[in-house]
């Protein structure tokens, strides 16, 4: 599956670069649950400040980092780029985010103005630095992919993520003037849902899909035109939101209907899969693609007509599903590859196969708690508030259980790094 990447180990960062970023968002994954568990139906109140602090802990401290893990690692693979002191880079840029986070997560509860600010120049520290290096290396490329071409867009989206959250922050701090609170607001959420984790999401499964579970490419066309019209449709919705804020729900829409087709695209090519074995990656987009469906579906509506409470918490639910259901198929993928890869490619004889870096069973029954936290929710929206904080207490089951996965996996790296012989490489030291 990865002999065509053309990945060397000149190429790939170490190990530690990545799994670093995936241990990081797994601990805050474990926290968001907890947090859920806490406060229950509380954190799904947008106008709350639980809801805040669950929303950042989700977006900021569990998909930023893992998205960050994969760029580092799939930058050189997909798109030829690669970076110098690479670990360097990644140490400057999780320190800041995290302390940015812990910052940001305490002026929302607090509301103190130069609380704001602090966090704000803790993230930006953590976050401009790496996504303008990303962007622009990317952007040198003479030949694109389209999984380069959407990490591109989805890296734009990133930046203008962030400075229309500067913008928030002042407004809100009363710094500055101009600006609808509401519209910022929404625009924020869409850029970050949409035109980050979406997008880079859709990007990097116009590469995965095909090469992982051996199906049909995406139509050129589409793969080719789609980070481009979602981008396009933001930026219009920027233009929306200090403008004309009623045309917000208008764009939006738009983007969503796009992202909606590409989940029925790929829930098409996983159904055209040449090998008939389903471990529980496949499964894991499968539940995402779904999840990306019917959430896009219910804000779509929610747009058009009033929905009831039960259904306006599950377009949030399903959103979270999409990208949570992708972030644990990749995690299951890349962790033990590359602990096969750093330890094959370093000449050791007991380079362990993938299957014993995490057994399929291992990840089979994350896949069972994973659906069982989803059917908790829906009878929660429905019939059980109560059962929120169950959902968090699955959540950081879910999370913790990663978290182990990914620690096992950097604890047989390093032991075997420590104790075991490598091949004679006739007086060639291998990296």
């Not at 065509?4 to 670069?17: F, R, T, Y």
């Amino acid at each position: 599956m990865f002999q065509n990447s053309g990945l060397s180990l000149d190429q790939a960062p170490p190990i530690s670069v990545v799994l670093r970023f995936f241990l990081g968002g797994s601990l805050w994954g474990t926290v968001a649950g907890l947090w859920l568990m806490l406060h229950g139906k509380e954190a799904l109140d947008p106008a709350a400040p639980a809801a805040l602090i669950l929303t950042h802990l989700l977006t900021l401290g569990v998909m930023l980092s893992f998205m960050l893990g994969a760029l580092f690692q799939m930058l050189p693979v997909l798109a030829g780029v690669s970076f110098r002191q690479p670990t360097l880079m990644a140490i400057r840029t999780q320190w800041p985010l995290y302390f940015g986070i812990v910052a940001l997560i305490e002026a929302f509860s607090t509301a103190q103005k130069a609380l704001y600010l602090f966090a704000l120049l803790l993230l930006g520290a953590g976050l401009l630095p790496v996504a303008w290096r990303m962007l622009v290396r990317l952007y040198g490329l003479r030949n694109h992919s389209p999984s380069s071409r959407g990490m591109g867009f989805a890296l734009y989206n990133l930046l203008l993520l962030f400075f229309v959250g500067i913008w928030l922050a002042l407004l809100m701090g009363g710094w500055v003037g101009r600006g609808d609170l509401v519209a910022l607001r929404q625009l924020h959420l869409g850029l970050g849902l949409f035109g980050w984790i979406g997008l880079l999401i859709v990007s990097v499964s116009f590469q995965v899909i095909e090469m992982f579970y051996v199906t049909p490419p995406y139509p050129k066309l589409w793969a080719h035109w789609l980070p481009l019209g979602i981008t396009g449709l933001l930026t219009l919705e920027l233009v929306a939101a200090l403008n004309f804020p009623s045309l917000l729900p208008w764009t939006e829409n738009l983007v969503l209907l796009l992202l909606m087709t590409h989940g029925l695209l790929t829930l098409r090519r996983l159904s055209q899969r040449q090998r008939p074995l389903a471990d529980a990656t496949v499964w894991f987009w499968r539940t995402g693609m779904v999840s990306l469906v019917l959430g896009a579906l219910l804000i779509v509506t929610g747009h058009l007509m009033p929905l009831p409470q039960p259904l306006q918490d599950l377009s949030y639910v399903f959103y979270a599903s999409f990208a949570l259901s992708i972030v644990f198929a990749m995690a299951y993928k890349i962790v033990p590859f590359l602990t096969w890869f750093h330890l094959n490619a370093q000449g050791y004889f007991t380079a362990p196969m993938m299957h014993e870096v995490i057994h399929p069973r291992y990840a089979m029954r994350h896949l069972a708690i994973h659906l069982t936290t989803l059917f908790t929710a829906l009878v929660a929206a429905f019939i059980t508030p109560e059962l929120w904080c169950v959902i968090g207490a699955l959540l950081t089951l879910e999370f913790s259980w990663i978290t182990l996965a990914i620690y096992k996996a950097w604890h047989l790296y390093l032991h075997i790094q420590a104790t075991e012989e490598r091949f004679d490489f006739g007086g060639v030291e291998a990296k």
